[in-house]
């Protein structure tokens, strides 16, 4: 039996509904193999905003180290979306990732057996994909001093900094490694070497990082010729590492291969705690808020319930209840429970009671 404190931050828009599914899940799980776990609820986003007039408050922080591991649903919505305002939503993940040193983010995309068709792709092109994203997560262009924008003689101008350090490249580039020894012993580094310094600094430094893993292939790509190779291989690829900005944006397209980005599921990573192996993660899907469709029922949850078993699986170590939720999201699917963006009429909650009925005893 496993006791296990979890945070939970629904956030705005679609979040609060997609996180009612994951807590669905997290109890059918306590059932079935008997563990606790004790769920603790904070604001986040534009919610935390109106609550408290910030996008995350440190005591909501402080809960959050003083857990396992933390879910959120989704932040942001048109209600918050003056790109001039001093306090917006965003500012939440980027306080909760500086502060918790959440440095990696990993997506997995992969295609479920009968989805093949639902992806914009040629199903041939689809069948077989099983990838994994390891995205550097708090340096880069996003974090970067000084970023700032002013007036000059002919006009406004604007700059932001990409800055990465060894360290930062090497705690990311030893993770993503690792994580391709349990799969197919292949990691492809992504960066823009041939015209950016930060990039060159990326490429040697995962070189080095490399002759530590002999038993791993590795390859560079350049983030243009890796946009292609997504559209036209991607089934090719194991594990793929890369910066913080180009992992932003490579994680958005390779989320269509799956069909849907409602199916994809994600978790930001710090370092180990302790000697129990434990190791605190936010675990979130990569959809946004959809305003467009809050609160009527139309979420598809299934990235949000996959990230509960990505939570099981690398925050508590549960490799067995993870694969029982996966197989869970699979059977549902393939037995035609399936909410509109997969061409089916189920609502948000009848696919969590269906994923949920497959994890009883």
Known sequence: MVNAGIVLLPGDGVGPEVMAEAVKTLRAVEVRFGHRFETVDAKIGGAAIDAYGVP?????????????????????????????????PEQGLLQIR???GLYANLRPVAVLPGLEGASPLKP??????????????????????PSREWRERRGRAAVDTLVYREHEIVRVARLAFELARERRGKVASVDKANVLASSRLWR??????????????VEHVLVDAMAMHLVRGPARFDVIVTENMFGDILTDEASVLAGSIGLLPSASLGAPRGDNGRRFGLYEPIHGSAPDIAGQGK?????????????????LGLDAEAAAVEAAVAAAIQAGVRTGD????????????????????
């Open 56 to 88: 995350l408050r440190p005591e909501d922080i402080a809960a959050c180290r003083a857990s396992d591991a933390a879910l959120l649903g989704a932040v942001g919505g048109p209600k918050w979306d003056d790109p001039g305002a001093k306090v917006r």
């Open 98 to 100: 500086r502060a918790l």
């Open 124 to 145: 041939e092109l689809v069948r077989g994909v099983d990838l994994l994203v390891v995205r550097e997560l708090t340096g880069g262009i996003y974090f970067g001093r």
């Open 204 to 217: 040697s430094v995962v070189g080095e990082v490399a002759r530590e893993y002999p038993d791993v292939a």
């Open 299 to 315: 979420a598809n949850p299934a990235g949000m319930i996959l990230s509960v078993a990505m939570l099981l699986r690398s925050s």
């Open 342 to 361: 997969l061409g089916g009429a189920a609502t948000t909650a009848a696919f969590g009671d269906a994923v949920a009925e497959r994890l009883r005893p």
